[in-house]
């Protein structure tokens, strides 16, 4: 950090009149006569003078160089990181890991990626940690359990100290997902665990996180929101019934004041349509995670619609999910400004792709630029692409 010179800096200070090296009377010996007791007094006094002075100095020193911080970017930058809600959606390619950390420094993980590839999303998260300026995660939640939510887990005990594990319960898909169900049981094993349900709360100083969804059952009201007639519900389409663990995933609304996030892991339509419909109870929200990376399996309109987001961030993969019909009706919502992504979706087209300054990886795989949300408590948040450097602001409403 480069601090602008200030107006009279003119360099190193020269103290003269006892605090420079002048010397009483020239070195030599000294009898003790009443003359080199003059000057062995002299010399004491100037001693003590040089410091005095030193003590000044350094005062002075302490006292300007606080002054300088407190006017810089970077103290800027840790006072506005006190006063606001962190989200850093991670790019785990295709997977799902979002960071929350509350003004208070604590802080909540929903589900961790994808297993192998030498670490990478567990170095990811701790990436987005160590700008967040936190060393350990609280709570980790896993939405469900497939491999790309769940897989992680193993990896990121290695690397993180973890406070507490959250999930919907038992596992209810056979086949793979009940070995990354089992490798999850194994790392977890001495950490303490909890199983959440529709209408509890995870305790974070500073946030209101409410579950609205988990293992296929839905909340019916949220406090503090009166549910209202949904009038995208009379002309939804039927949603098939989903038998996977997507259905069952656990869902949480959080609150920052006036600003609303809303993350529902990979909740299908069927379920979406049960959560808002003859009446919805979240309302509206400032920020979507599109559900499902942007899958056709899920974001029907009965939601997406109702809950009017003003922002939406599409967790999505270079070849996986961000599919044409699902990025269109996020992209129609009533009231949405931008919708962001983490990966330029290659397998559909340039009208169902944002414009490359909204993308945080626009080409391929691998590059791991995150999108990193800064939110105040009047409404107000921003969202930044790390890969540009480029930041957006939305006033509150």
């Known amino acids: 950090m480069q601090i602008p010179k200030q107006q009279g800096d003119a360099g190193p200070v020269k103290i003269d009149s006892g605090c420079g090296s002048s010397h009483y009377p020239p070195p030599g010996a000294v009898n003790y006569t009443s003359v080199a007791m003059f000057y062995a007094s002299l010399r004491f006094f100037q001693k003590t003078l040089r410091s005095v002075c030193i003590r000044v100095l350094t005062a002075a020193f302490v006292f300007t160089s606080a002054l300088c911080f407190a006017g810089s970017p970077a103290a800027a930058q840790a006072q506005a990181a006190g006063n606001h809600l962190l989200i850093y959606s991670i790019d785990v390619e295709g997977g799902q890991a979002t960071l929350l950390v509350a003004p208070t420094g604590a802080s909540l993980l929903v589900d961790t990626g994808w297993p192998d590839n030498d670490g990478r999303d567990a170095m990811r998260i701790q990436t987005a940690m160590h700008d967040a300026g936190i060393k350990r995660i609280d709570h980790v939640l896993l939405t469900h359990y497939h491999v790309d939510h769940a897989g992680g887990v193993p990896e990121l005990v290695k690397r993180v100290d973890v406070g507490e594990f959250l999930d919907h319960g038992p596992n209810r898909e056979p086949g793979a997902t009940q070995h990354v169900y089992d490798a999850y049981l194994a790392a977890i094993a001495g950490h303490p665990h909890r199983v959440e349900h529709p209408g509890d709360t995870i305790s974070i100083a500073g946030l209101s996180v409410i579950v609205l969804t988990a293992d296929g059952e839905h909340i019916s009201s949220v406090p503090g929101i009166t549910p209202t007639a949904n009038p995208y519900c009379a002309t939804e389409s039927a949603w098939p019934a989903d038998p996977s663990e997507n259905a069952r995933s656990a869902g949480i609304l959080v609150t920052f004041g006036k600003f609303k996030f809303l993350d529902l892991g990979d909740l299908t339509g069927q379920k979406e349509v ?95 630029a995150y999108l990193k949300v800064v939110a105040s408590r009047d409404g107000d948040f921003s969202v930044t692409n790390t890969r540009t450097g480029r930041t957006k602001d939305y006033p509150a409403k």
Request: glycine share 10%; charged share 15%; hydrophobic share 40%.
């Open 274 to 368: 049960a959560l808002v419909c003859p009446k919805n109870p979240i309302g509206t929200v400032d920020l979507y995670l599109v559900t499902h990376h942007g899958m056709d399996l899920s974001n029907s309109r009965a939601i997406v619609d109702a809950i009017h987001p003003r922002v939406a961030i599409m967790n999505n993969g270079a070849h996986k999910a961000g599919m044409p019909r699902a990025w269109q009706t996020v992209h129609d919502s009533p009231g949405l400004i931008d919708l962001w992504q983490l990966h330029t979706a290659e397998g559909s087209d340039a009208a169902h792709n944002s414009p490359e300054w909204l993308i945080a990886n626009p080409k391929g795989d691998g590059d791991g």
